[in-house]
């Protein structure tokens, strides 16, 4: 594919063969370093027949990367499956401004040790000047390994790295909120508000959306939702649950098998609770657009984002800059990176599935006036960090780092 512009930005696409997709993206990165980095909440597969292929499509990022930069550009890469990329930069634009941010957790040293690349994988991060984090928990765990693994000597903040400084720090991201907060008043999204609410039979709505990925938590929210169903804390008459879920990574075997778990899940907790036309659990498995995904925030009077860890979680957020009113009630895992901002949210333990129906009771029937004051500081702490700060503070950082 050749180059070309969107959007005013000049894109140079990087070609995949086939059988590179499956070993670099399906493999190495998702069914390796995805679950390794998430706590192996499923097993990561340690391939040698990935490694290489991964390699390889990492050196032909760089390459593409050096023949478009000069020798004093900064370049930013971005996320796991490039981790390779700074120390190839690196190699070719020795004086180049590199940083590189990782968009998911990263893991403890005891978990990381088990990756036979380790090494490899650590050095090349280190190519970078700035290397970033969701949280201090993730870059304090990357600088532990770093030092453990590879030569790199100092702190948790600066490494010594080949005769070079590497900055690490948390860098959280966040979300343009004025595009949230406007998006959700405009009278096409509210007039979707009125007909959601109406559908769903003018029940209070609990809703949940995430990409179908085992990291997400929707098994045990699920539970939690049946949970509190069993328990007749919550009539069906009265409260939906509404779980969005966006079709991801098909072609991974853990991903199919949740997909089937899940469909049947959501089948036995309606077929047990539900009664000709009261459905107790709405689940769409598809990707909504944008205007119905706003709807769905600005009628929602409880977001349930359980994640069972997750780098950051942008939905909570998105969802809070939704709520003009400050209406609408947060409940959110304590493994999800947003948690550390997000003081204000009902946080949960989303393993355990007593505390969340409990956590979901709770935020049902929260007083109005708490419910308010809690939500109107959820939205202060985003619209005082959006994601344009998140980014100006990296690149700053990278700025300085001569
Ligand atoms: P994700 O794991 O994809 O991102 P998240 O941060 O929640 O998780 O972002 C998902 C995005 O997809 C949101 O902007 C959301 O609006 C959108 N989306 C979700 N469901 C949708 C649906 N059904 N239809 C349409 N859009 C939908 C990774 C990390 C996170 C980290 C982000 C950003 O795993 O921890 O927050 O990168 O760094």
Do not use: C
């Not at 036309?277 to 769905?296: D, K, Q, R, W």
Request: aromatic share 10%; proline share 5%.
């Amino acid at each position: 594919v050749a180059p070309f512009t969107h959007d005013g930005i000049n894109i140079r696409p990087v070609g995949l063969s086939y059988a590179e997709l499956d070993a670099f993206y399906h493999g190495f990165s998702n069914a390796t370093i995805w679950p390794l980095y998430h706590d192996s909440i499923r097993a990561p597969q340690f391939h040698r027949r990935w490694w290489h292929p991964y390699r390889e499509v990492n050196m032909r990022f760089a390459q593409a990367a050096v023949e478009t930069a000069g020798e004093h550009d900064s370049i930013w890469v971005h996320d796991y499956q490039l981790q390779l990329v700074p120390g190839y930069v690196r190699m070719h634009r020795p004086k180049a401004h590199i940083g590189f941010f990782l968009h998911i957790p990263f893991p403890p040293e005891e978990l990381f040790a088990k990756m036979p690349w380790r090494a490899a994988i650590l050095e090349n991060m280190l190519g970078a000047d700035v290397v970033g984090f969701q949280t201090k928990l993730a870059a304090n765990n990357f600088a532990r390994a770093a030092r453990m693994y590879t030569s790199a000597k100092g702190s948790d903040t600066q490494l010594q790295f080949e005769g070079r400084k590497v900055r690490v720090n948390a860098y959280p991201i966040s979300i343009d909120y004025e595009h949230y907060e406007q998006s959700a008043r405009t009278p096409e999204v509210q007039e979707h508000v009125a007909r959601v609410r109406e559908d769903l039979g003018g029940r209070r709505i609990v809703l949940a959306v995430d990409r179908l990925d085992y990291t997400k938590g929707i098994e045990f929210r699920l539970r939690a939702f049946e949970e509190l169903l069993r328990r007749g804390r919550i009539p069906p008459e009265g409260v939906v649950f509404v779980q969005i879920a966006v079709p991801t990574r098909e072609k991974v075997d853990e991903y199919a098998d949740l997909r089937s778990d899940v469909n049947e899940h959501v089948g036995r907790i309606n077929g047990t609770y539900g009664a000709i036309g009261l459905t107790p659990v709405h689940y769409i498995y598809n990707s909504v657009p944008f205007t119905e995904l706003m709807a769905m925030y600005a009628a929602a009077d409880v977001l349930m984002v359980t994640p069972l860890r997750d780098g950051m979680n942008l939905v909570a957020k998105e969802y809070v800059a939704a709520r003009s009113d400050n209406s609408g009630v947060l409940v959110l895992s304590e493994f999800a990176g947003a948690a550390l901002e997000m003081t204000q949210a009902v946080t949960v333990n989303p393993y355990d599935v007593d505390g969340m129906a409990d956590a979901l009771e709770r935020a049902l029937s929260m007083d109005p006036g708490e419910g308010k004051r809690r939500m109107a500081a959820l939205r202060r702490v985003v619209q005082r960090h959006t994601v344009y700060d998140w980014a100006g503070a990296f690149l700053g950082a990278l700025g300085e780092n001569e």
